[in-house]
């Protein structure tokens, strides 16, 4: 931006009109001194030694699957639904930390999922966990 003198000269002054420049630097400055403490948010504790310990064992997993047909699967073996409790009862009793994983197709109604996800509540198995494929759209 250009600006005149005022004298007959005609001699202009260009100068850098820095005010606005010196604002936004200032108003990133207090942001930064704003944020900076909050981005360092852990908390310092000094863990205790211990021995080293072998790795835990490895619990059994289960799949229960529920195909488009309504049928149901234990490991990809078909199992009758009203089976389903007693074959549970006698896996759990064998392996008490059984992990169990339920996996059921798109097209299932929920009324089935649902009575399977009863079925496995009532044999006691504590782990459950809902297979679904990547992506949820």
Known sequence: MAFSTGNDRGDVV????????????????V???????????????NLPKTAA????????????????????????????????????????SASPDLAL???ADEG????SVAKVMATIQKSGVSKLSVLTSPGGG
């Open 14 to 29: 260009s100068e850098i009109n820095i005010t606005p420049l010196v604002d936004v630097m200032l108003v990133l400055l």
């Open 31 to 45: 942001t930064f001194i704003i944020t900076a403490p909050l981005l360092n948010n852990a908390v310092r504790i």
């Open 53 to 92: 310990t072998s790795a835990p064992d490895t619990t059994k997993s289960v799949t229960v699957s529920i195909d488009a047909a309504n049928k149901v699967f234990i490991d990809k073996r078909e199992i009758a639904q009203e089976a389903l409790e007693a074959e549970l009862k006698s896996q759990v």
């Open 101 to 103: 994983s339920l996996q």
């Open 108 to 111: 299932v109604p929920y009324r």
